[in-house]
């Protein structure tokens, strides 16, 4: 078999910023509608499954994928006046449907099947809401890994007969009246997000409620009050949630809306409480604290503190059941506790082990909740809580499908070129390869508050029944240490993040676990940009890549999709300073030609409407521009025509793009190639 890297054309593209210019010979790859492009891909996709193809091992990865993917799997339920719906799905399925749930919260009878509503084989339905009484449900509907979505409204009698409609958008919020006649909805327009209100669902006739003086870069969430009397708010400014707002409008007297809290850079959420407001906040609290106060006076002057800051950040809260719960990050893990909102007692909810879990989640009147929890070694369990006496039961849990004893989750600490101590986990199989020279992935986030806590992952697994280790890095960039590591590696910090990674992977060798030759790095969106500056800056540190619906273009990422959500977080070359340190860093412009860079594959696809896949295909051609020598490692771009960056498309997509993934990394690891295909001794 003759592997041939595609040709792809260089155009003189010079751009000036500032005095500085750059070049960007493959700007005619942003245009995905050009046919040039179209045929580009189309050759790019023969040569990445002509490699693909020859790897040994990629039918026994994608069999024990299959196999550890195809369980039963529960999503919380969702309650309203005794009735329980949850997403389910049961052995051997594909994809998820909405269930009716037992009161002992056992699927009864399957409500709604994708099949029933679409036919695309990729398409997945959500449930988005159930009204108060019981009577009608808001589902949403998918197809592959975009992040639009279409809704319809549908009674709990007739689930197949569509009652209402919202057209496929960015929804952020959909909330249901009393007994589902009403909606109100946040969607996110080309001007920005808006507000607005179908008062009969069956006319399809929507009202603008909020959202005028708003725009491309902000987000808005949306609460409906038990009672409908009001409608909660919240504004934030891009992703890098440091700065949000929060209002009131009130529904029974509708007027100028009520505002909670606009004039201070900092980051505000917000639930209700029954007649409270529980606001949670960094504001002089980079780990976060938590306020209540009376629905009937929202002056900031009758706030009251109820949950304060501590060591451990704050990640998440639920107001259900009377009371408030908190989950914050202890260490690499979670922990649970329950507050009484009008003050005093905060007690301890003791989880099953360590490991990851959800804020409760159900309505304030009901002492029924439902949360989550999972480990590195424990898939996704679904358990109901008494809320008044504190007791939990499974009521959702996948088979058990692996041996825990079996398997290992080591928690260290490494030192980053600062000085930083950083947190790292490494997950063995106890009898695996006990070498220093195991294939090893390393992976890492770095970006947007975001957290990596313990989560069960069938391809970690997968590796590591292959003899591998596979290590996760709790990097500056992330929430993990609360805001001020977030912080740390922010805008013109950012750099700190490739440092953090980069010290992750000397220290996996200097601890024997393997060797640079044999470490594999992987990272997808903002994590995609993590590998893709670790290798531009560091190309000899690893022997393969996994580059995944990524950011690489640093300077003109601002211009595509919805990326202005960023430029919070990262700066937009837009401005002088902001544009010096992203030319720094920005991966696509640090590729060098003549390097040897390690095997690269970038995994994308054209439903991502998140992250454009341009970042990708610019970037693939980059690199294979510069892999000029004998000695070059292939390029490859694995781009799909139902990839995206959501979630929920079928078992049988994830565990292909899964297999061909770590196939890839195995290979490239244990048995290298060239560009042609040939060994690489």
Not at 29 to 56: G, H, K, M, N, P
Request: charged share 20%; with cysteine; net charge negative.
């Amino acid at each position: 078999m003759a592997f041939i890297p595609p040709h792809t054309d260089e155009e003189n593209v010079v751009d000036n910023y500032f005095g500085t210019t750059i070049d960007d010979r493959f700007r005619w790859l942003e245009d995905s509608e050009s046919a040039r492009t179209t045929a580009w891909v189309t050759a790019q996709r023969r040569y990445c499954e002509d490699f693909i193809q020859s790897y040994s091992s990629r039918q026994a990865f994608h069999e024990r994928l299959i196999e550890l993917m195809r369980t039963a799997w529960m999503g919380v339920p969702v309650e309203r006046n005794s009735v329980a719906l949850a997403m389910v799905r049961q052995v051997g399925e594909s994809r998820a449907s909405i269930w009716c749930l037992d009161e002992a919260g056992q699927p009864q009878r399957r409500l709604l099947d994708p099949v029933e509503v679409s036919s695309s084989e990729e398409a997945s339905i959500a449930i988005a809401d159930l009204s108060r009484d019981g009577s009608t449900f808001a589902y949403t509907i998918r197809v592959g890994g975009a992040d639009e979505v279409e809704m319809r409204a549908a009674k709990m009698a007739a689930p197949t007969e569509n009652i209402g409609h919202l057209p496929k958008g960015r929804y952020s919020g959909i909330q249901m009246s009393h007994n589902g006649t009403r909606i109100w909805f946040s969607r996110y327009e080309e001007v920005g997000p808006r507000v607005y209100v179908m008062d009969d669902v069956s006319t399809g006739i929507e009202r603008e409620v909020f959202g005028q003086n708003f725009g491309i870069g902000d987000m808005i969430g949306i609460e409906l009050a038990p009672d409908e009397a009001e409608l909660l708010i919240t504004v934030w400014h891009g992703s890098s949630g440091d700065h949000s707002e929060v209002y009131i409008v009130n529904l029974e007297h509708p007027g100028e809306p009520i505002v909670v809290v606009n004039d201070i850079q900092a980051r505000f959420d917000a639930c209700f409480a029954g007649d409270h407001l529980v606001i949670s906040t960094r504001w002089n609290a980079p780990n976060g604290r938590i306020f209540a106060t009376p629905r009937a006076n929202l002056s900031r002057n009758e706030w009251r503190e109820i949950v304060n800051e501590s060591e451990k950040p704050i990640q998440a809260y639920s107001a259900v059941g009377g009371a408030l719960f908190v989950v914050r990050l202890d260490g690499a893990a979670c922990s649970l506790e329950r507050v009484n909102v009008s003050g005093g007692s905060i007690a301890p909810v003791p989880l099953p082990a360590r490991g990851t879990v959800s804020a409760p989640e159900g309505e304030w009147e009901n002492r029924r909740a439902y949360f989550t929890y999972t480990s590195w070694f424990t898939p996704n369990k679904v358990y109901s809580l008494d809320v008044g006496t504190g007791e939990y039961s499974v009521i959702g849990s996948p088979e058990a499908l692996i041996d825990t004893t079996e398997y290992s989750a080591t928690e260290a600490t490494y030192q980053s070129c600062d000085g930083t101590d950083v947190p790292i986990t490494v997950l063995q199989k106890r009898h695996g390869l006990s070498s220093s020279d195991a294939p090893t992935i390393l992976t890492g986030y770095g970006g947007f508050n975001i957290s990596l806590t313990p989560a069960f992952a069938a391809s970690a697994i997968a590796w590591l029944d292959q003899g591998g280790a596979y290590a996760i890095a709790n990097i500056r960039g992330g929430g993990e240490l609360g805001e001020s590591w977030h912080k740390a590696g922010m805008r013109e910090r950012k750099q700190n993040v490739f440092d953090d990674f980069a010290a992750a992977a000397d220290w996996l060798v200097e601890s024997g676990i393997t060797s640079h030759k044999r470490l594999a790095v992987r990272g997808g969106s903002n994590g995609g940009l993590l590998v893709g500056a670790l290798i531009t800056q560091n190309p000899g540190i690893c022997g393969a890549v996994v580059c995944a619906v990524p950011l690489l273009d640093m300077i003109r990422y601002h211009k595509f999709l919805v990326a202005r959500f960023w430029i919070p977080e990262y700066g937009c070359s837009e401005n002088e300073d902001e544009f010096n340190w992203l030319i720094k860093y920005s991966p696509y412009h640090g590729v060098v030609v003549n390097t040897q860079y390690p095997a690269v594959l970038f995994v994308t696809g054209e439903k991502d409407t998140r992250v454009d896949p341009l970042h990708a295909r610019k970037m693939a051609a980059a690199l294979q521009m510069a892999n000029r020598s004998s000695e070059a490692r292939p390029i490859l771009l694995h781009y799909e025509a139902e990839g995206g960056h959501s979630a929920g498309r079928p078992i049988e997509a994830e565990a292909n793009v899964g297999a061909d993934t770590l196939a890839f990394l195995y290979h490239e690891l244990m048995e290298p190639r060239r560009a042609d295909g040939t060994p690489l001794t």
